[in-house]
């Protein structure tokens, strides 16, 4: 059964650091890897997808790496901003049945 | 172009009581999914179509929810009778399916239904 772990489980910052969030799964069979936005009391937006066969994708200042070996995948972002602040969920698809399976996320504050 | 569209948003109703909640996925989605998120976790699969049919209904509680995907376009998620337990954030998500598109198997999700069980 796959298991997805988002560390940390909260992270505050200061306006304008770098700063990385982490997602582990346990299952490296995955057909995808995705990260969602989710703000307060909305539903959750796509970010960016890699696939399997990939090993990163970039959109503006986020870049996602997926390393299947190690079960691992981080969302980096540049330059933070107040804007920012939201949880982020990252969710894994398994391959044959196409089960997505979700972290608990990450809470992020980023202060102005 | 028109997002996941779900309603109602929020929904209070007394135990014992029935409710349904409806999705319209994007346009030309043939994949739907139900999920349910509980304060603080991630979403949990309740139910996914692939045009009309069910394939994955493994994690539905099939005493008390049921769903339906009439035409392989909209859905429709009921609970009969409510618990308190059910409270949450009934999420609808669609995407164009693992063969399709530029993004094939991208999940694009509505604003949810918030359920309140009194």
């Known amino acids: 059964k796959q298991e997805v772990t988002q560390i940390p489980a909260a992270l505050s910052v200061p306006e304008g650091e770098n700063l990385v969030l982490n997602c582990s799964f346990t299952?490296?069979?995955?057909?995808?890897l995705q990260w969602f936005r989710q703000d307060p009391g909305k539903g959750l937006t796509s970010l960016l997808l890699?696939?399997?066969?990939?090993r990163e994708q970039t959109s503006g200042r986020l870049n996602a790496s997926l390393d299947k070996s190690s079960g691992r995948s981080t969302l980096y972002i540049a330059a933070s901003q107040p804007g920012d602040s939201a949880t982020y969920l990252c969710?894994?698809?398994?391959?044959?049945?196409?089960?997505?399976?979700f972290g608990t996320g990450t809470r992020l504050l980023v202060s102005p | 172009e028109a997002g996941v569209v779900q309603s109602p948003r929020y929904k209070i109703i007394e135990k014992k009581q029935p409710v349904a909640f409806w999705c319209n996925p994007i346009?030309?989605?043939?994949?739907l999914y139900w999920y349910r998120q509980n304060l603080g976790q991630g979403p949990e699969l309740l139910i996914r179509?692939?045009?009309?049919?069910?394939?994955?209904d493994s994690q539905l509680p099939k005493d008390r929810f049921s769903a339906e995907r009439l035409k392989g376009v909209d859905s429709t998620l009921k609970i009969q009778p409510a618990e308190l337990g059910d409270s949450a954030v009934y999420l609808c998500?669609?995407?164009?399916?693992?063969?399709?598109?530029?993004?094939?198997?991208?999940?694009?999700f509505g604003e949810g239904s918030r359920l309140t069980v009194l």
């Open positions: 998500a669609s995407s164009l399916g693992p063969s399709g598109g530029a993004l094939p198997g991208e999940l694009f």
């Open positions: 299952d490296s069979a995955i057909y995808n």
């Open positions: 890699i696939q399997s066969s990939q």
């Open positions: 969710a894994v698809k398994g391959t044959g049945f196409q089960k997505l399976v």
């Open positions: 346009s030309g989605h043939n994949t």
């Open positions: 179509y692939e045009n009309e049919e069910a394939v994955d």
